[in-house]
């Protein structure tokens, strides 16, 4: 449930700059001295300006210094998650334990806890024990927590009692220090000029900065030459690219030590100081060593039955052997549960990596139900059927390259031949009917090729059906950990879950899962993320992190190869004069032109005839009709007219 801290986001790889100054300082003061200074510490910035790299840095930082730290990063949407789930099994007080108990506990997302009564409470209750115990906590929101709705005025004045401090949009110098750095780890060299040029444009976050460069990166890569300042400025246009720096994250299982200590041998009676007979003496020392066996094996069986039930384990096996008694030495009894605990925290932890409520299911805490455990988690793994897969009937062969959609053609097969590290995610912009889908199908089907992989491509609205079939059938956990297991996820329509919450946040959460795991994301719109009403500004500004592209409407070439091509599948020769004149007809999409095509073939057929140039300007000019000719060379279906 827990988010592993991405090893990207430490405070070498942060920028400062007046705007974000007293931010990294009091972060790194943190770090170095955690519980001691400022606790809380409230972190506050629009979306994409670095909060969740200062919480991860600050994680990096004092574990660097402490090793022996615990540290804890969860958001908030997965903290109320997992905490629910753990009370329904019974689990809340583990739960509890568990953050409670962390050194320095990164909460992210705290905005999200407006209007939630009982995660305030627990908030709450968890803010007290830390700073009472000295542990560290740092939150993160989008907005100070006075603007938090319905914040709790108790919650309000611990927050307030530390260090709230915000981080502004980054000034000329810092965008031009990060535009620099970024490029320097994308090993891209542009000329002088390109980047000062970009720091200038009025871009708010770094997010947008960093999808402004790869924008940059992703045209100067498929020119002749590299781009001059004058060139980055039409690249990026009126309508430059929102980007993000993605946030990373995984589940980091915890591993519990199994141990057992050995019973201290007894010691010896003293003799009886009255003389008895031989025989009498000999039942005496018997009946006493007996005495001293049961009773060590019963304080070791005693004590392994107070440890693993305070770890939350069912002990039945073992309080079995205290009621029935066992013939020597209980060792290898112990060794056996100890082994089956062992095995059960190694499927509770294969469990967590594919959906963090999947690990705190009771079925794990039972090491007399090995084959449940065994069955529980083989469903899991299987997920119910398997993830849609990209049609293998769009493929890249298909697509013909012109100006206007090179960039995004070159982008997207670099994304496919180097998976979650070129352009992650990939967002593909475009009007209906340009080729969007064929697109990201054609991208699936590469992805589709490496061995052992499983890619994920599907409609956001079947997306969207699934996840109400999984709630309605209370299959959510199983429906995501489907998705949870792919090498790649394809989602086309973006635009389709505006307004759908749920299935947003559902979104939000794999997003997170699936760039910490570092599985390609590709996605498809009919406009940028961040211009889509009622789509959430955190997937946005995520989305938008990797490469924005845009298809253009059809340009003659595309065109062109489109008619040739669907002229060329019926007719033993497409007619160059008719294809010549169909692709010179302007076209908003490559819809169109199939339909324009198929008009054509319509009227032809009617007349019993093979499509030329004067049935089409016909047709699509009013000229005058022209006397019908026989067409040999037609393949029609045999049914005559």
């Known amino acids: 449930m827990t988010t592993q801290l991405s090893p990207q986001l430490r405070f070498d790889g942060f920028v400062v700059g007046a705007s974000n100054r007293l931010a990294a300082t009091a972060a790194r003061a943190v770090a170095e001295s955690p519980g001691t200074g400022y606790n809380p510490l409230f972190i506050y910035a629009r979306p994409g300006l670095g909060k969740t790299h200062l919480l991860m840095a600050i994680g990096h930082a004092a574990q660097v210094i402490n090793p022996a730290l615990s540290v804890e990063y969860v958001t908030l949407d997965d903290f109320v998650e997992a905490f629910h789930t753990a009370v329904g099994a019974g689990q809340g007080d583990t739960y509890r334990r568990r953050f409670a108990e962390a050194d320095i506990l990164l909460l992210d997302d705290v905005q999200f806890v407006a209007h939630r009564r009982e995660t305030q409470a627990e908030l709450l209750r968890l803010v007290d024990q830390m700073q009472t115990s000295g542990r560290q906590i740092v939150l993160a929101s989008d907005r100070p927590p006075a603007d938090i709705e319905a914040f709790d005025e108790r919650l309000l004045r611990r927050v307030a009692g530390g260090l709230v401090i915000d981080i502004a949009a980054p000034d000329y110098e810092t965008r031009v220090a990060i535009l620099r750095r970024k490029a320097e780890e994308r090993q891209v060299a542009f000329l002088p000029g390109v980047l000062e040029a970009v720091a200038t444009l009025a871009l708010e976050s770094v997010r947008e900065l960093v999808g402004a460069l790869n924008r940059l990166v992703a045209f100067q890569s498929v020119g002749d030459a590299p781009l001059d300042a004058e060139q980055a400025r039409l ?23 199994v141990e057992e200590a050995d019973a201290s041998p007894g010691s010896t009676p003293a003799a009886d100081e009255a003389p008895a007979d031989e025989f009498g003496e000999f039942l005496s020392e018997v009946a006493d060593t007996l005495t001293r066996q049961v009773e060590g094996w019963r304080r070791r069986v005693e004590e392994a039955v107070a440890r693993w039930e305070g770890q939350g384990y069912r002990t039945a096996r073992l309080k079995g052997l205290l009621a029935r008694g ?22 509770q932890a294969e469990a967590a990596a594919l959906a963090a409520d999947l690990a705190t299911d009771p079925v794990f805490r039972d090491p007399d139900a090995i084959p449940g455990a065994e069955a529980f988690l083989a469903k899991a793994r299987d997920g119910g059927a398997p993830p849609p897969a990209p049609e293998s009937v769009w493929v890249f062969e298909d697509l013909v390259e012109s100006e206007g959609n090179r960039v995004a053609l070159r982008s ?3 994304a496919a031949s180097r998976p979650g590290e070129a352009y992650n995610p990939l967002v593909i912009v475009g009007g209906a009917g340009v080729g969007k889908t064929h697109l990201l199908h054609a991208i699936g089907n590469l992805l589709q090729a490496a061995p052992g992989a499983m ?22 956990t199983a429906w995501r950990a489907r998705y949870r297991r792919v090498n790649a996820f394809l989602l086309d329509d973006v635009q389709l879950l505006a307004q759908r919450e749920r299935t947003q946040e559902e979104l939000y959460l794999l997003y997170n899962h699936l760039v910490e795991l570092g599985v390609q994301l590709v996605f498809t719109a009919s406009g940028e993320p961040g211009e889509i009403e009622g789509f959430e500004e955190r997937l946005a500004s995520r989305m938008s992190g990797g490469l924005v592209v845009h298809l253009p409407a059809p340009e003659r070439e595309v065109r062109q190869a489109v008619i040739e091509r669907l002229l060329g599948a019926r007719y033993d020769k497409a007619d160059a004069e008719l294809v010549s004149y169909l692709a010179g007809r302007p076209a908003e999409s490559v819809r169109a032109v199939q339909a324009l095509v198929q008009r054509i073939e319509a009227a032809a057929d009617a007349r019993h005839t093979e499509p030329d140039v004067a049935l089409a300007r016909e047709l699509l000019e009013g000229a005058a009709p022209r006397a019908p000719r026989p067409a040999p060379g037609v393949r029609t279906s045999g049914v005559g007219a």
């Open 235 to 257: 690249v990026l246009g009126v309508r430059t690219i929102a980007s993000d720096v993605p946030d990373a994250g995984g589940p980091e299982p915890d591993a519990t030590a």
């Open 455 to 476: 890619v994920a491509c599907l409609n956001a609205q079947d997306f969207t059906e699934e996840l109400i079939e999984a709630m309605e059938r209370e299959r959510i």
């Open 412 to 414: 997207a097969r670099e």
């Open 326 to 347: 066992v013939d020597g030495d209980p060792a290898e009894a112990l060794s056996s549960f100890v082994s089956d605990v062992e095995t059960l925290q190694a499927m």
